[in-house]
C-alpha cells in the first residue's frame, strides 16, 4: 500500500511520519488513476469478480485510517494483511519487511491455488526482490508484476535484472513511471477491459 496505492515517502523516514501522523483518510493521497485501475482489475475481462488483497508492512493499528482512506478514494476493498506488533519467538517488534510480505503472499496463493495473481508494489522498499522470489516459487501463477518507480534511477538497473529472471518463468517484471503505463501493459495483454 505506502508508496504503490498511497503516497507514503516510505524511502524518507521523516516525510513518512509527517504523513502518518498529520494526515487522515480525507487528506492522504493516492497516486493518480490507482482507484480506476484496482476496480478494472477487479471487474476482470471475464464477467467475474476477481478478488483484490492488499499485503503490507503497515501495522494494524492504522486499518481503520486504511479502510477509510479506500472508501473515500473509491479504491476496491479487499483483505488487508498487516503487521503485529510485539515479541514473539521469531522477531522483536515486528518481522522484516521481506519475511512478512513472503509469507502472506504464500499463504493467499496458497489457499487460492488455482487462482493466477497480478502482483502490484513499487521501488522504494523490497518488492520487486520478493515478487521476483514469489515468481520463481511459483511458476506461471505469476503472469504480471507492477513495480511504480518511485526510487528514481537508483534502483532502475537492479529492477530489469530481476524482470530479465522473471521472463525465464513467464512473468512480466516492469518497472512503470505511473499507474497509466501498468493499465495500458493489463489492457494488451487482456487482463481489464479497455473501457475500464
Same mark, same amino acid.
Given at each position: 500500500?505506502?508508496?504503490?496505492?498511497?503516497?507514503?515517502?516510505?524511502?524518507?523516514?521523516?516525510?513518512?511520519?509527517?504523513?502518518?501522523?498529520?494526515?487522515?483518510?480525507?487528506?492522504?493521497?493516492?497516486?493518480?488513476?490507482?482507484?480506476?485501475?484496482?476496480?478494472?482489475?477487479?471487474?476482470?475481462?471475464?464477467?467475474?469478480?476477481? !478478488? *483484490? &488483497?492488499? $499485503?503490507?508492512?503497515?501495522?494494524?493499528?492504522? =486499518?481503520?485510517?486504511?479502510?477509510?482512506?479506500? @472508501?473515500?478514494?473509491?479504491?476496491?476493498?479487499? !483483505? *488487508? &494483511?498487516? $503487521?503485529?506488533?510485539?515479541?514473539?519467538?521469531? =522477531?522483536?517488534?515486528?518481522?522484516?519487511?521481506? @519475511?512478512?510480505?513472503?509469507?502472506?503472499?504464500?499463504?493467499?496463493?496458497?489457499?487460492?491455488?488455482?487462482?493466477?495473481?497480478?502482483?502490484?508494489?513499487?521501488?522504494?522498499?523490497?518488492?520487486?526482490?520478493?515478487?521476483?522470489?514469489?515468481?520463481?516459487?511459483?511458476?506461471?501463477?505469476?503472469?504480471?508484476?507492477?513495480?511504480?518507480?518511485?526510487?528514481?534511477?537508483?534502483?532502475?538497473?537492479?529492477?530489469?535484472?530481476?524482470?530479465?529472471?522473471?521472463?525465464?518463468?513467464?512473468?512480466?517484471?516492469?518497472?512503470?513511471?505511473?499507474?497509466?503505463?501498468?493499465?495500458?501493459?493489463?489492457?494488451?495483454?487482456?487482463?481489464?477491459?479497455?473501457?475500464?
Amino acid at each position: 500500500i505506502d508508496d504503490t496505492v498511497l503516497h507514503t515517502d516510505a524511502t524518507n523516514l521523516l516525510k513518512m511520519a509527517r504523513n502518518v501522523f498529520l494526515n487522515n483518510a480525507r487528506t492522504r493521497l493516492p497516486f493518480e488513476g490507482v482507484a480506476a485501475f484496482y476496480q478494472a482489475l477487479q471487474k476482470g475481462t471475464k464477467g467475474a469478480f476477481n !478478488p *483484490l &488483497f492488499y $499485503v503490507t508492512s503497515s501495522s494494524w493499528n492504522i =486499518y481503520d485510517l486504511l479502510v477509510d482512506f479506500f @472508501q473515500v478514494r473509491g479504491i476496491p476493498l479487499g !483483505p *488487508l &494483511f498487516m $503487521v503485529d506488533l510485539g515479541l514473539t519467538d521469531d =522477531y522483536f517488534v515486528t518481522p522484516s519487511h521481506r @519475511q512478512h510480505k513472503v509469507a502472506q503472499i504464500k499463504a493467499v496463493l496458497n489457499a487460492y491455488p488455482d487462482l493466477p495473481f497480478l502482483l502490484v508494489g513499487d521501488s522504494g522498499q523490497r518488492d520487486p526482490e520478493i515478487y521476483l522470489q514469489v515468481a520463481q516459487e511459483y511458476p506461471g501463477r505469476i503472469p504480471a508484476v507492477y513495480i511504480r518507480d518511485v526510487a528514481g534511477d537508483s534502483r532502475d538497473v537492479q529492477v530489469n535484472e530481476y524482470a530479465r529472471a522473471a521472463a525465464e518463468v513467464g512473468c512480466d517484471l516492469l518497472l512503470v513511471k505511473d499507474t497509466a503505463a501498468a493499465s495500458l501493459h493489463a489492457t494488451q495483454k487482456g487482463y481489464i477491459l479497455p473501457e475500464t
